[in-house]
T-cell receptor, first 116, second 114 residues
Framework: DTAVSQTPKYLVTQMGNDKSIKCEQNLGHDTMYWYKQDSKKFLKIMFSYNNKELIINETVPNRFSPKSPDKAHLNLHINSLELGDSAVYFC???????????????FGSGTRLTVV | DQQVKQNSPSLSVQEGRISILNCDYTNSMFDYFLWYKKYPAEGPTFLISISSIKDKNEDGRFTVFLNKSAKHLSLHIVPSQPGDSAVYFCAASAPNFGNEKLTFGTGTRLTIIP
């Protein structure tokens, strides 16, 4: 009964391809996030959605396009994949944007993307 | 521009002893600080948080201390147990009118030696 689930867990693809990562949360939270953990282990925010509306977009190349069909889902589509996109991508959720600061985010288990 | 720093990439502690993980930050606007624990192939799990109006918060074996003047926080785990072996991330957040986000450090790998 996973609270935040991401699929797929592993993704290996060639440069130039387009791929999507899906995220779903069953916690009833209003806010969802995408974080990227690069090879230096930095966990850096990419996007945040509150109730299907984009509220944070952190200087991410426009090859990355998040989509939130409803507040329980936040998918990440990546066009024209590059070698530098190889990383672990984490989805997370919080009750509201502010509550994550006190009660923390609930993270999914991550999607390891390898671009070859 | 690394606003949250964990300068020790790794730490080994004997089982039963105290583990102390450290974190420094540069942004004086941060007013919430959190610790996360991460096992391999899993997402980070929230452990404990502290707001800037406090200098200590305790939850069972975990205590977080905040020294605002030094822009430093630490996580104490007493007593340390084998299941505590994981990577620990420090995170911080500043108020931003509903657009708050967590800024993470690079983590410290804690190994508890039986």
């Amino acid at each position: 009964d996973t609270a935040v689930s991401q699929t797929p867990k592993y993704l290996v693809t060639q440069m130039g391809n387009d791929k999507s990562i899906k995220c779903e949360q069953n916690l009833g939270h209003d806010t969802m996030y995408w974080y990227k953990q690069d090879s230096k282990k930095f966990l850096k925010i990419m996007f945040s959605y509150n109730n299907k509306e984009l509220i944070i977009n952190e200087t991410v190349p426009n090859r990355f396009s998040p989509k939130s069909p409803d507040k329980a889902h936040l998918n990440l589509h990546i066009n024209s994949l590059e070698l530098g996109d190889s990383a672990v991508y984490f989805c997370a959720s919080s009750q509201e944007p502010g509550t994550g600061r006190d009660y923390g985010y609930t993270f999914g288990s991550g999607t390891r993307l390898t671009v070859v | 521009d690394q606003q949250v720093k964990q300068n020790s990439p790794s730490l080994s502690v004997q089982e039963g002893r105290i583990s102390i993980l450290n974190c420094d930050y540069t942004n004086s606007m941060f007013d919430y600080f959190l610790w996360y624990k991460k096992y391999p192939a899993e997402g980070p799990t929230f452990l404990i948080s502290i707001s800037s109006i406090k200098d200590k918060n305790e939850d069972g074996r975990f205590t977080v201390f905040l020294n605002k003047s030094a822009k430093h926080l630490s996580l104490h785990i007493v007593p340390s147990q084998p299941g505590d072996s994981a990577v620990y991330f420090c995170a911080a957040s500043a108020p931003n009118f509903g657009n708050e986000k967590l800024t993470f450090g690079t983590g410290t790998r804690l190994t508890i030696i039986p």
